[in-house]
């Protein structure tokens, strides 16, 4: 079976390194792009210690012919950037992978619009196995009855620009419309006391934390604890490429989940 042909868009980020050095067998990196103005422009993988040897980073003026040679675009970049190269990877029929967080409603709205009915795509905050298992975890906290509080926090590194996290919000829409939810606040300070319709959701940077997400789930004489830590960006890299591979065999041009991915 011929190897799947990837596009790595953000090749010299912290994820798109990590999805190079993953995408062994079965798999071929046939492209790599950065930003403009990037330092490792024109640079070979092999000078920045990742496999592929003489492959070159390119720049985003190079993001079509790239795509010419490649199955699927799969990246972890910015929400600007992402707006501009996907429009590019959907009018080219290229299946699409994207681990991009931090897109508002209108970028939400108009990815859909030049996906769907082009091409596939799988579209995650986290493409961790575990995370989205967890997911599947609290759609069914709907089985508690009234009175059990939902909170949540999560932990990031320094360097994390979106807060809170594109997980905690994915894991928050989900406890809210499972708890009915119509209200979400993010810290507490001064008087005031919590009221039924709201969800809480902290966020906290620290070192080099890859990610930890927690819930607790607390009624009056009780309480649940659910998380999930990562050990390291690998995770991401590893579900990213299972979302790749998932792709090949889908053809309604739509986007999917990775809990569809994984059928949770």
């Known amino acids: 079976m011929a190897p799947i042909r ?31 103005g990037s330092p490792n422009e024109g640079k070979t993988l092999a000078e920045l210690g990742l496999p592929g040897g003489s492959l ?3 720049d985003p003026s190079k993001l079509s012919s790239l795509l010419e040679r490649a199955d699927v ?14 429009s590019v990877a ?15 409603q209108s970028q939400l709205d108009a990815l859909r619009s030049v996906i769907e009915g082009h091409t596939e795509a799988v579209m995650s905050y986290n493409f961790s196995v575990g995370i989205n298992f967890l997911a599947g975890i609290l759609s069914r ?13 999560e932990i990031h590194h320094t360097g994390k620009v979106d807060s809170p996290s594109g997980t905690a919000l994915y894991l928050g829409d989900i ?10 606040v993010h810290g507490r300070s001064g008087r005031g006391r919590r009221s039924a319709e709201e ?17 607790v789930l607390a009624g009056q004489n009780e309480m649940i604890r659910i998380g999930h830590t990562a050990f390291s960006r690998k995770i ?20 999917h989940s990775m809990r569809e991915v994984l059928g949770v």
């Open 6 to 36: 990837l596009c790595v868009v953000g090749a010299d980020g912290r994820m798109g390194q990590e999805v190079i050095r993953c995408a062994g067998e079965g798999f071929s990196i046939v492209g790599a792009l950065t930003h403009t």
């Open 56 to 58: 070159r980073i390119e």
């Open 73 to 86: 675009y799969i990246s972890f970049t910015t929400p600007d950037a992402e707006m501009a190269n996907i």
């Open 90 to 104: 959907a009018g080219l029929g290229k299946k699409i992978v994207t681990g991009t967080t931090g897109f508002d």
């Open 141 to 153: 906290t709907s089985a508690l009855p009234k009175g059990y509080d939902a909170s949540m926090y």
């Open 175 to 184: 406890l809210s419309e499972a708890r009915k939810y119509t209200r979400v």
């Open 199 to 215: 969800l809480e959701i902290s966020a906290l940077r620290a070192g080099g934390v890859p990610g930890i997400h927690e819930v």
């Open 236 to 255: 991401f890299a590893e579900g990213a490429l299972l979302a790749a591979r998932w792709l090949m065999d889908v053809s309604d041009r739509k986007i």
